[in-house]
C-alpha cells in the first residue's frame, strides 16, 4: 500500500493541491489504507496485498481553500467477473466480501437519501443502521462523519448508527458520510503500537465508503463524485 500512497501523493500534488492527512495529528501517510479488519486510519506499508484482500481507501485534499475527502472499499483481484479460484474457501472469501461492500454501498446510499433541507440528521444514522440490520452486519458506533470546509474536521458530526441526537439539516450545509460496516461486532480497538490504526476486535472484516453531502434547496448535492470520462455517465 505505500505504492498506492506515492502514486495518490503524486496525483494530489500534480494537481496542486495538498493531501490532507499529512501530518495532521501527526499522521505519517497521504492516504489511509485499510485491510480486512482495520477499519479505518491504516497507515499504508510494505505489507504486499494479496487475491481476496478486502481494501478500503480513503483520500482526502486541500485544494483552493477546502478539505475534500472521500473513501471506497474494493476486493483485490475482483477486477474479473470470471476470475477462477483455487479453493472453495477462497470463493467463500470473495462471496461474503463482496456482500459487505455492497452493504457499506447501500448503506451510504440511504444516508444520502433522507438529507435535504429541514431534515434531521437522525435521519442519517437511522437509515443506514437499517441497511447494517438487513444484511445481518453492523455499524462502527466510535467512529463518525463530519463537516467539513476550510477546517478538515468540524460540526456537524454525522452518527453511523440510531441515535436522538437533534440536528437540524440546512441550505449550505456540508458535511460527510462515512459508514463503516463490519461482519460481526462493531466493538473496536486502536493499535498501540502507532495510535492510528483501528481495527474489530473479533477481527472481522470492514467495509467503508464515503462522501461530502452539500444540501441544497431541493435535496442534497454529492460533491466527491468522480469526474465522467466520456461515453461514462459518472454515477455512484
Sequence with gaps: TNQIDD???????????????LNYAGFPKSVCSSINEVICH?????????KGDLASFDVSCFY???HGDNCGSVMIGDDDPS???????????FITGRRLIQAAQESLDAGIATCRDGSCLTEV??????????YGYS??????GH???RDFHCPPFVKHYRNDDYTILREGMVFTIEPMIVEARQDCVEWASDGWTVVTRDRGRAAQFEHMVLITSDGAEVLTL???????????
Design 139 to 144: 455499524s462502527v458506533e466510535k467512529y463518525r
Design 147 to 149: 463537516g467539513i470546509g
Design 125 to 134: 444514522g437511522a437509515a443506514i443502521h437499517s441497511v447494517a440490520d438487513a
Design 83 to 93: 476470475i477462477p479460484f483455487s479453493t472453495a474457501t477462497e470463493e467463500q472469501l
Design 226 to 236: 468522480p469526474t465522467p470520462k466520456d461515453g461514462e455517465s459518472g454515477d455512484i
Design 42 to 50: 491504516g497507515i499504508p506499508d510494505e505489507r504486499p496485498m494479496k
Design 64 to 66: 483552493g481553500g477546502f
Design 7 to 21: 502514486i495518490v501523493h503524486q496525483a494530489i500534488i500534480d494537481a496542486d493541491a495538498y493531501p490532507s492527512p
